[in-house]
């Protein structure tokens, strides 16, 4: 007994380091070029290649830079309307499908579904050519609709995915529980399943809120002046405080403007996501 | 508080198969009616369509006197236990005993005085404060039953509260039931597959088969006098025993002993010879262990026991049989409907656990064969069923419930029933009326024991 007690606990020891340091690796792998980054923007131009990691001086000159240049502040107004409303015209689409697939029965249920999955793993790049065409012909080019069509089109399949999985999970008895404590079907609704679809459909919001905001391929497509680049295209044409310094640094700091919120967020509302999808069930 | 009264209540699904099939039964105020059957039957159906999940597809539901078809659940004021319990998840065990009450709109005061008391009776309040996903399964039980007792409803509904707990709390669970209908005297709907729950419940049981009532009785009479075959196998545990019984010369010809034909049953059957006997386990006993003066009565045969199982307090013996293929077919049909999987031809014997009868071994046994019921296995009829046995029952019942109401209203429960035209009215009338406490021990208003309701001719 004693014996091969004393002979797991050095292995468990050994597993344990294994898991940690793989667990430090990838956290390092992962995080080293945001790092990089966050360095680069509070580097002054002329410091880029001091071949050191950190700057030789720090400056928030590059976020002063950004902030000033009308290209980055319009794409950062257009980021912003344009993931929204993509993500508000997908999630409620999503929700009345999902809610559909979850809770009714009718015929090709199984085609909806798996015409939804075959769509979120198609190319989309391989659309780009075609809409662009097409986009020119029908007016909808260098216009928000022209960005919100193909972002709520792409991400609604993984959002109705999300959330029919999400969904089936409800346990829809307890409207009727609801109803016979003497709720009204409204109140019944509101009352015993929002609280419960609330997380379910704020973390497809949030999924569908990065698919549209860190898409670069349509926005570099789609569109060609200020009226509505997003940001990470818009990144692209950044030209820095000067045409004879290297950019780099200002679109690093760009980089980190809109790389930032989006992790706050992240952080912010995994706990209630995950407790929201982890207080679900109450089985016996 | 309020009667319930169900008339020719039918649900047909979208598939056109009738779930629940020309259901009639009254259920009176204050008592506690237990629905039984298989799997499938339409239980759940049949007391959703009481609290108004289901819609009725044809027939009135009357609660309180009053035709509730179309009323929305909310208007019906019922309060309903679900078989998961159907807590709230986000709200604590206060919230979801408050819920609907807050509904109600009553006052803050008041919802915490009568929450309180909910807690108090179901010893949830240490507990109030807590999630749901932080209680025991059988503290989500009693939260649940807390939200059912909190409001006045006019009915409790329960379906198979208990069947998510495990044995040990089951039994707990069932004597608080018990205990709290007792004491609020409220209308009860049970559903339930438990055999335990149906007979120690229910003032009345009733069982149901494919959507079709099959029969309403107090839970001894069902036992005792089960009006078919169906009720016959599905009452009682271990089950009643099936048997070929073959008609010849005016005597039963049982696979291990013979016994002359009771007239009443000789009246009925007409030209046919084989019929099924169903013989409770119970009664047949080791003949050595059997009392002198007892003996007589019945018939002694030998047996050759297969395997027996001693269990402290019983013992059971396994005596295989040879049995016709059409008794068979019968039973088997019937073991498929009852949930059932065997089916060896073979018979349970429950003997006294001091018997010394041992496996593999060849033992006497001794059986009084006024208590084996005939079965007609073509429609199942019990043959022997003793109508007279419940009507000294029933004229105690109406004497004694003094409540005129609850006697003479269950009378429609037996017209559904495949073979109640040989039971005008009797099978319904009998039982223990809802306001004698523990229906059990009201001993006066049973029907007298059958040892001496069934004389062999
Ligand atoms: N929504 C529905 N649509 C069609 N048929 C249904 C529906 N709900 C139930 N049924 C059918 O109605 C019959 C009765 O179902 P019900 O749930 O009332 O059975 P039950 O007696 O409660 O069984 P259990 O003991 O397993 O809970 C079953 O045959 C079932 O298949
Ligand atoms: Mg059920």
Redesign the interface.
């Known amino acids: 007994m004693t014996g091969s007690a004393t002979a797991t606990r050095p292995k468990q020891r050994r597993q344990r380091s294994i898991s940690v340091g793989g667990a430090i690796l990838i956290v390092v792998y992962t995080m080293l070029p945001i790092a990089w980054i966050l360095s680069l923007s509070l580097k002054s131009p002329g410091d880029l290649t001091n071949k050191k990691f950190l700057p030789s001086h720090w400056t928030l000159a590059n976020y002063r830079t950004v902030f000033k240049t009308s290209l980055f502040t319009d794409a950062l107004r257009n980021s912003i309307g344009i993931s929204l409303i993509a993500t508000v015209i997908g999630v409620v689409v999503a929700t009345f499908a999902a809610y559909a697939i979850a809770r009714l029965d009718f015929p090709g249920k199984r085609v909806i579904l798996s015409l939804a999955l075959a769509i979120a793993i198609f190319p989309q790049v391989a659309l780009l050519g075609s809409l662009f065409s097409m986009w020119r012909a029908v007016k909808l080019y260098d216009t928000w609709p022209g960005l919100i069509i193909p972002y709520v089109s792409f991400t609604l399949p993984l959002s109705i995915w999300v959330l029919s999985a999400f969904f089936r999970e409800i ?1 829809w ?2 409207e ?9 079907a409204w ?1 019944a609704f509101t ?2 399943i929002v ?2 679809a609330a997380p379910g459909v704020f973390t497809t919001a949030i999924i569908a809120f990065f698919a549209a905001w860190q898409d670069f391929a349509f926005a570099i497509t789609l569109t060609s002046t200020n009226r509505a680049r997003t940001v990470p295209a818009a990144l692209a044409f950044f030209t820095g405080a000067s045409q004879f310094q290297q950019p780099t640094t200002a679109i690093a700091a760009g980089a980190i403007v809109v790389t930032v919120p989006i992790i706050i967020l992240v952080l912010v509302f995994q706990r209630r996501i995950v407790a929201g999808l982890t ?6 | 508080m309020a009667p319930i009264t169900m008339n020719h209540i039918t649900k047909v699904y979208g598939d056109g198969y009738p779930a629940v099939n020309d259901v009639s039964l009254e259920i009176a105020d204050g008592e506690f009616m237990i629905l039984v059957g298989p799997s499938g039957c339409g239980k759940s159906t049949l007391l959703r369509m009481i609290v108004g999940l289901e819609d009725i597809s044809s027939g009135d539901m009357l609660i309180g006197g009053e035709r509730v078809n179309e009323k929305a659940p909310r208007d019906r004021n019922l309060s309903m236990v679900f078989q998961n319990y159907a807590l709230y998840p986000h709200l604590t065990v206060y919230e979801n005993i408050a819920f609907p009450l807050r509904l109600k709109g009553v006052s803050d005061d008041e919802i915490k005085r009568r929450v309180e008391e909910a807690a108090t009776t179901l010893e949830l309040t240490e507990h109030l404060q807590r999630k749901p996903s932080q209680l025991s399964g059988g503290q989500r039980q009693r939260v649940a039953m807390g939200r059912a007792i909190v409001r006045q409803a006019s009915a409790f509904l329960f379906d198979e509260p208990l069947s998510n707990l495990d044995a040990k709390l089951r039994g707990q669970m069932r004597t608080e039931i018990l205990r709290l209908q007792r004491r609020l005297d409220t209308t009860t709907v049970y559903v339930t597959h438990d055999q335990t729950e149906a007979m120690t419940l229910g003032d009345r049981v009733a069982v149901m088969r494919k959507g079709v009532l099959q029969q309403v009785a107090s839970p001894r009479e069902l036992y005792e006098q089960p009006l078919n075959l169906f009720v016959a196998g599905f009452i009682g545990s271990p089950p009643m025993n099936f048997l070929p019984a073959a008609i010849e010369d005016n005597q039963v010809k049982l696979p291990f002993l013979s016994y002359p034909l009771p007239r009443e049953v000789a009246a009925q059957i007409g030209d046919s010879d084989l019929l099924i006997a169903g013989i409770r386990p119970e009664h047949f006993a080791d003949s050595s262990l059997v009392d002198e003066h007892k003996r007589d009565r019945g018939t002694t045969f030998e047996v050759k026991v297969d395997v027996t199982e001693w269990l402290g307090s019983q013992q059971y013996a396994y005596v295989p049989f040879e049995a016709p293929e059409e008794i068979n077919r019968h039973l088997a049909e019937l073991q498929q409907e009852l949930d059932g999987e065997q089916m060896r031809t073979q018979m349970i014997v429950s003997l006294d656990p001091a018997s010394r009868i041992r496996d593999g071994a060849k033992a006497e046994l001794w059986l009084d064969p006024s208590r084996v019921h005939l079965f007609d296995p073509r429609t199942g009829k019990n043959l022997t069923r003793d109508a007279k046995a419940e009507a000294p029952a029933a004229t105690a019942t109406s004497s004694a419930s003094g409540s005129a109401s609850s006697a003479p209203a269950p009378a429609p429960a037996s017209s559904s029933a495949a073979a109640s035209s040989t039971a005008p009215a009797s099978s319904a009338a009998a039982p223990a009326p809802a306001s004698a406490p523990a229906s059990g021990s009201a001993g006066s208003a049973e029907p007298p024991a059958p040892d001496g309701s069934l004389r062999p001719t």
């Not at chain 1, 207080?279 to 016996?284: D, M």
């Open positions: 346990p008895e307890m009727q529980a609801a109803q016979v404590d003497g709720a009204t109140q009352k015993a609280p419960l207080a679900g069930a109450v089985k016996g």
